[in-house]
């Protein structure tokens, strides 16, 4: 789950469902800062309706973390490996929730909430791309980095672990790619295509993942704990 392509990929999935929640419920499902910001403008505004909708969508994506965080931790005591385990569960989760959309049975913002949940779960469980710590489901500091380690290559060629800081900067610049070709795309397909495809199409990219993830269990395909930023 370090592998940059890997890391790629969940970007891409982050874009998709930003996708949906910005087109179909006007929020963002993975980049809480915009929702407590919009919380407290809300707040201030008297405008009730839509600060709870802000405010339960952080809730909601926390929660999403924390219950994640109970997952991993009990089966890492228990001497399992979590990856496969989150990536099914994120992917029956997305599937049943694009079924829910196609049909209209489920209101949008609640839709939106549960699309926060598993993007709470999936930047939890993931969130490391070749030794690094990064993020696939919220990219100011992805932003940050690429752009620090582009130009610490003006001044050294090496960088962390004696890898160029080129290297690293593509990195952080590849997982920006998949997170704005997630969205672009999910927006194109859904709008002019099919509607809601956007989170069947990240259904189908967590499963791949999953059964990925299911043939190096006895390699362990868990990310390492710790981890670098700098």
């Not at 590849?174 to 999910?186: H, K, M, Q, T």
């Amino acid at each position: 789950m370090e592998n940059p392509r890997v890391g790629f990929l969940l970007a891409f999935v982050a874009g998709l469902l930003n996708a949906w929640t910005l087109a179909n419920a006007s929020t963002f499902a993975t980049v809480q800062s915009g929702n407590v910001i919009q919380s407290g403008y809300r707040l201030i505004q008297g405008d009730w309706t839509a600060f709870w909708f802000s405010f339960i969508s952080v809730i909601c994506f926390g929660l999403g973390s924390a219950a994640c965080g109970a997952l991993m931790t009990s089966l890492l005591r228990r001497g399992h490996v979590f990856t496969p385990v989150v990536l099914i569960f994120e992917c029956l989760a997305l599937l049943g929730l694009g079924i829910a959309s196609r049909m209209g049975v489920v209101d949008a913002h609640l839709v939106a909430y549960a699309v926060s949940f598993v993007a709470g779960a999936q930047g939890n469980a993931f969130h490391k791309d070749h030794g690094m710590l990064y993020g696939n489901v919220a990219v100011t500091f992805v932003v940050q980095m690429a752009f620090n380690f582009l130009v610490q290559s003006f001044f050294k060629k090496e960088g962390i672990n004696g890898e160029p800081n080129l290297m690293w900067a593509g990195l952080f610049f590849l997982i920006l790619l998949g997170f704005a070709a997630g969205g672009g795309i999910g927006f194109y397909i859904d709008a002019y295509l099919i509607a809601h495809a956007s989170l069947f199409i990240a259904a189908a990219i967590v499963f791949i993942l999953a059964l990925d993830a299911f043939e190096r269990t006895k390699r362990d395909p868990d990310p390492t704990p710790g981890g670098s930023i700098a």
